[in-house]
């Protein structure tokens, strides 16, 4: 790329040409449409327009709609993943979380202790009464088997033991349905309450990446929603160009091309870069595709959104035989001093020059045609 960066090739490059042409004249007073082809370098490019972006830049929304309660920083500052920009007043999602967390409070498993314990004594007694009637009940088998007691008597004992056994089940199943039912409660309060938390959440705007606040673009007290930007965010200090070629050029450019750079914040001086990505559609609107760039040679400072002009370098030549695009007919014939056609092959172009391989040498005096 140095050897781009002569005085004389820069600003050919700016005027869309890549090289300073001299007319030859035979003596004073000849006509000034006369001319010999001349030998020197020429590049072919493609014009593109932009704008400088931070990397990772973007523009902020919040979910919230409301009135801006809290601005958290000022333009400028640096920040860091999840830091908090600003807070969008809303009364109603902040007494949503209020009753989320009193819900989890009351169906916390700790708060619901008493009610387990009070079944677990229900269990131990039913399960003491079932040892007991399993006692009666076997004793009087013993004696029924001795021709003691009555059977009535045996098929109460018999009755009282499996009233208890159900019972005791019973009290069983019920701690269990309990104990299932307070986890349960407390699993979904919880749920909930996070809920509750992620939508007040959403009222809070925070920074999506480690950067620089650029721009603020509401006010506290301004009412938001989600359709308006409320930031601009970006690199601290990684910058790259995002640039705009015509579908007509977008066949021509490739990765890794050498761009030059040319902006109104540095006058006068031109900067180096290099095609890094190249969106595959077509902006309708503008009929233009976008394409982005890296800094191979960058400006001592620079801030999002600076507007430059660029020329995509396609192919550059050596020691070309060159004449002025205004001397060609059609990009296939000139004239010779008589005003003849002479058809010629041409090469490598540009806005202002065009290189000829076959058909003239630089001893053929060409005319300019008349317009």
Known sequence: MKDFLDSRFIASIFFGALLPFFLLFSCSGEDENLIFPETGKI?????????????????????????IQEVF???????????P?????????????????????????????TKLRDLQLTIDLTKSKMRNDSLLYVRQKHLWKQNIGTEVELEQRALAYENSTTAFGAAQLRYEDLRKEIEFNEKNASKNLAISRVLESDYILKSKIKGTLYALLKERGEMVTPQIALAVLGSSSEFLLELKVDEYDISKVKL????????DSYKGEVFEAQVVKIYPIMDSNTKSFTIEATFTKAPPKLYPNLTLEANIILEVKENALIIPRSYL?????????????????????????????EGISSSTRIRKPSL
């Not at 920083?73 to 830091?83: A, K, L, N, Y």
């Not at 890794?256 to 902006?263: A, E, G, T």
């Open 43 to 67: 590049s072919e490019s493609v014009y593109a327009s932009g704008q400088i972006l931070a990397v990772d830049q973007y523009n902020a929304f919040t979910n919230a709609s409301g009135p």
């Open 85 to 113: 920009i600003l807070a969008v007043y809303s009364e109603r999602e902040k007494l949503g979380r209020e009753s989320a967390e009193i819900a989890r409070n009351y169906a916390d498993v700790n708060t619901n202790l």
């Open 256 to 263: 890794d091309q050498p761009i030059l750079v040319f902006m």
């Open 73 to 83: 920083v000022t333009e400028g500052d640096s920040v860091d993943i999840g830091t």
């Open 329 to 357: 007919i059609d990009d296939e014939f000139v004239l010779n001093e008589t005003g003849d056609s002479i058809p010629v092959k041409v090469g490598i172009r540009n806005y202002q020059f065009a290189e000829i391989l």
